[in-house]
């Protein structure tokens, strides 16, 4: 007796939910968002990330002598660096099947969805504040012929209409700092089933340093965005039944990347040396922290 393969539920599209003036704030900046350092590294292979990376760089890119080669072999580093870190954070989404559903809080152009999709071979639903960035991504999803696996939303990541427990996991890649945690958590473990995981990478600042730095300030102003301090995604996790199990900071790990990134002429976009500094001053810190849904 064989049994009929059971249909996916598939989230009907929906318009996003009435938005603050700030969320209408946020939508519009990545709508007209065209930042070359964004652009330039997923033409290299379709991959659109829109993070940082990990790794050591390999610095004989600087000493390219033919400046058209040297701008190209700076750009495809750079990129190698970033995909390393969505690489990593897909490692730790937890032995997932075909079958698996997983969801991608604050996709982007959907470059972290589609990883996830080629490591596991999951279902993936990404969900982007943007409807710019929505269209983009499914239309890459079509040109890989993943759409019928990875589809993209324009929906609010704190209110995505989508199905309780439906999801094997789910994370954010540096989106947190655009939303309430206490409101993002409580979603994220209305989505996942018990015992599914969430993964996040995102900078922090650190509360052992005191208050906000400057560069903290100067970060947030250039994003539009409000960074949030170190314990209180421990306190807004525990809150809503997400238990971590494993804590790394990736602030070593990530300050090659913007070493090199300061010096590609054609990406940079200002706010390099203020990363930098905050990295090194001990004032801001990149973090991965892995949580299972209790």
Known sequence: MTTAPVARKTPTSAPVPTQSTYQTRVADYWNAEENPVNLELGKID???????????????????PDPDLRKKRVTGELHRLEHAQAELLATHLGPLTPADRVFDAG???????????????????????????????NEMARKRGIDGKVRYHHRN??????????????????????????????????????????????????????????????IN?????????????????????????????????????WELRKEADHLVTGIEDTFLSAYRNGSFQYLLIVADRV
């Open 107 to 137: 996709c982007g152009r959907g470059g972290g969805s589609v990883v996830a999709n080629l490591r596991h071979g999951c279902h993936s639903d990404g969900v982007t504040i943007s409807a710019k960035q929505a269209e983009f991504a």
């Open 157 to 218: 990541m704190l209110d995505t209409g989508f199905e309780s427990g439906a999801y094997a996991a789910s994370w954010n890649n540096e989106s947190t700092m655009y939303v309430e945690l206490d409101l993002l958590f409580a979603e994220h473990s209305r989505l996942l089933r018990r015992g599914g995981r969430y993964v996040v990478i995102t900078g922090c600042y650190n509360d052992t340093y005191g208050q906000a730095s400057r560069e903290v300030s100067q």
């Open 46 to 64: 379709d991959l659109y990330h829109h993070h940082y990376g990990i790794g050591d760089a390999d610095w004989s890119v600087l000493d390219e």
């Open 221 to 257: 102003a250039h994003y539009i965005c409000d960074i949030h301090p170190r314990s209180e995604y421990f306190r807004a996790m525990a809150r809503n039944r997400l238990v971590p199990v494993h804590v790394e900071d990736l602030t070593q790990a990530t300050i090659p990347y």
